[in-house]
């Protein structure tokens, strides 16, 4: 306007427009948020989130692999010997320091997700005839790393152990995993 | 506006209204003038042009018998090669054009490393290229997806986990990224959704990149600024002619692939469906990732930062540099044919790039007489960095560049130019 503007008039003015910009943004930023979140699992994807296993078959020595929200987990039934060099090992002598004991709830079965935490292969060790890494675990294939017998990272680029999911007995024989 | 007279009355009447005939020929047309001493390096822009457009035509014929989901996603490409009329065909072009579509811009990016395109007052252009070619990479990681193979689905896996590196939230991410807890059908969904999307989006950046060439024009290989008339010639005929000479020669080429190669640049396991359970015994990317996955897995941990993120941040550097680029070039000379220690290092930096490839298509405990290729990747990858941020920035203050020729015309015809005044 031609009138000069007061000094007050400004200030008015200035708010106004400040107020308009950040309500515009927060806004926009609120609008952008169903977009963003639609890409996030679905509820029906989360709904598959539990698996059972049954271990009745599984003898000593053998590994099963089941899936689990679309991830492999293996499921392994340890011998003695594996059991004891799990437990032997110094947790100084770890990449990712955990205790065998503290990664399976009865010994003899050991439950993790089977993807490496590398790049997320899928490492080998889970049949008889495959190699399993100088650790006697499992050995990941697409970088070379390897895990021992309680599923511990202990050579190669990936950085952590396999994870262990969330499970529990339901009875003594069968697992409810998620 | 151009001052071009249109006699015939229907081009007049539209013109009045919407001057698109000016602007095709201010363009690609008599009204674009362009250096007259162009060689064949300035081809591959407009090859590339021209792939990306067979490329959204054969994928939009793809498109309508390919079904997203895991389920059929292998099953609609096999049906695409045996029972949709002259669908290999499409497939085929399609597949091997993604490689072509590659090679054409990388030869079109060391032509511009070559004759310094990226110098003022071209460094827009430079950056809307790089971010073409960024898109490009997303573009054809997605696609790379959809026939829901072996590879397919192993790259995505390991892609995608890439982005679990980055610290807090980086679990978060991914699992964003997936739509669930691997990838999966949502995954598959979404990256067809964005694989049809993406060519759309190089195509508006095509636009603006070309957009910013026409400002200042095309450079040439003395890198010498375009002085007057006498220097230029018009597009059309000219370069529309020489142009198309090189398509029918690209064309040759690219189809001998399609026709008696189709498979040469593909992965046997491709082949193989899609199974979560089973890795193969070697992921190996495209060739055209082949660089860049070398600098992922070159980095070692460094410090408090892990290999998998310094990897990560590296591959990343490894084409975000390029933005740097016209910064870290201190030279007031574009073209390398006045440039002779920068001459040198091009082409050291050509070589370092060929070796990036090349380990990337090793396994890093692989060893090459005596020597493991995890350190010929980390050697490589040095000097790949040491390239762009020390021995430019260096070179272009020591170096002595020779004498460039005073104008385009007084090199093309050896004698002084006619317009200076
Ligand atoms: C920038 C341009 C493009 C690039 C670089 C590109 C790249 C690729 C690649 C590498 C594949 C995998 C081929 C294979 O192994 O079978 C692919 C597949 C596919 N693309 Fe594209 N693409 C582009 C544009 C498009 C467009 C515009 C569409 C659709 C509108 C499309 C639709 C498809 C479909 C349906 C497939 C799966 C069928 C198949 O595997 O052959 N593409 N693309
Ligand atoms: S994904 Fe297992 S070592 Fe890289």
């Given amino acids: ?178 | 506006m151009s001052n071009k007279f249109y006699e015939n009355p229907v081009i007049k009447w539209i013109e009045y209204r919407l001057p698109i005939f000016s602007f095709i020929d201010e363009s690609v047309g008599s009204g674009y003038p362009t250096p007259k001493n162009l060689n064949y390096w300035w081809n591959f822009g407009s090859l590339a042009g021209i792939v990306l457009t067979i490329m959204i035509v054969t994928g939009i014929v793809l498109a309508m018998s390919y079904t997203p989901h895991v389920d059929y996603a292998f099953e609609s490409v096999e049906r695409i090669m045996r029972d949709v009329n002259y669908g290999w065909l499409m497939r085929y072009i399609h597949m091997n054009g993604g490689s072509m579509f590659f090679l054409l811009v990388y030869i079109h990016m060391f032509r511009g490393l070559y004759y310094g395109s990226y110098k003022e007052p071209r460094e827009l252009l430079w950056i809307i290229g790089v971010f073409i070619i960024l898109a490009m990479m997303a573009t054809a990681f997605m696609g790379y997806v959809l026939p829901w193979g072996q590879q397919s689905f192993w790259a995505a896996t390991v892609i995608t986990n890439l982005f679990s590196a980055v610290p807090l939230i980086g679990d978060s991410i991914v699992t964003w990224l997936w739509g669930g807890f691997s990838v999966d059908n949502p995954t598959l969904n979404r990256f067809f959704s964005f694989h049809y999307l993406l060519p759309f989006v190089i195509f508006a950046l095509v636009f603006v990149h070309l957009w910013a060439l026409h400002v200042h024009k095309s450079n040439n290989p003395i890198g010498v600024d375009i002085k007057g008339p006498q220097d230029t010639i018009p597009f059309h005929p000219y370069y529309t002619m020489k142009d198309l000479y090189g398509l029918g020669v690209f064309m040759i080429f690219f189809m001998f692939f399609v026709f008696f190669a189709p498979n040469f640049f593909a992965e046997p396991d491709n082949y193989i469906k899609a199974n979560p359970l089973v890795t193969p015994t070697h992921i190996v990317p495209e060739w055209y990732f082949l660089p860049a996955y070398a600098v992922l897995r070159a980095v070692p941990d460094i410090w408090f930062i892990s290999a998998k993120l310094g990897g990560v941040i590296a591959m990343f550097g490894f084409t975000l540099v390029l933005l740097l680029l016209p910064w870290l070039d201190r030279s007031p000379v574009r073209s390398a044919r006045f440039r002779p220690i920068y001459r040198q290092f091009f082409w050291v930096f050509f070589i370092d790039c060929i070796i990036l490839g090349w380990v990337g298509a090793n396994t890093p405990d692989a060893v090459f007489h005596g020597i493991p290729f995890l350190w010929i990747g980390r050697a490589a990858t040095v000097y790949y960095f040491a390239h762009f941020l020390i021995l430019i920035p260096l070179i272009s203050i020591l170096e002595k560049p020779k004498m460039p020729p005073q104008s385009i015309s007084a090199a093309v015809t050896g004698t002084a130019s006619k317009g200076a005044e």
């Fill in chain 1, 1 to 178: 306007m031609s009138e000069t503007a007061s000094s007050d008039d400004k200030t008015r003015r200035d708010f106004l427009l400040l107020s308009t910009i950040a309500v515009g943004a927060v806004g926009s930023g609120l609008a952008v948020w169903p977009f963003v979140d639609s890409m996030n699992p679905a509820a029906d994807t989360l709904a598959l989130s539990t698996t059972e296993v049954d271990l009745e078959p599984i003898e000593e020595g053998q590994s099963i692999t089941v899936v689990w929200q679309g991830k492999p987990v293996f499921v392994r039934h340890r011998t003695a010997e594996e059991i004891k060099a799990a437990e032997a090992v110094a947790l100084e002598d770890l990449i990712d320091p955990q205790a065998d004991k503290d990664r399976v709830k009865k010994s003899e079965w050991l439950i993790m997700v089977g993807i490496c935490t590398h790049l997320g292969c899928i490492p080998l060790g889970q049949k008889a005839s495959d190699p399993k890494g100088e650790f006697g675990g499992w050995f990941c294939p697409c970088h070379g790393s390897h895990y021992d017998t309680s599923g511990r990272i202990r050579k190669g680029p990936a950085p952590k152990n396999l994870p262990v999911p969330a499970y529990q007995y339901l009875t003594d024989t069968t697992v409810k995993i998620g």
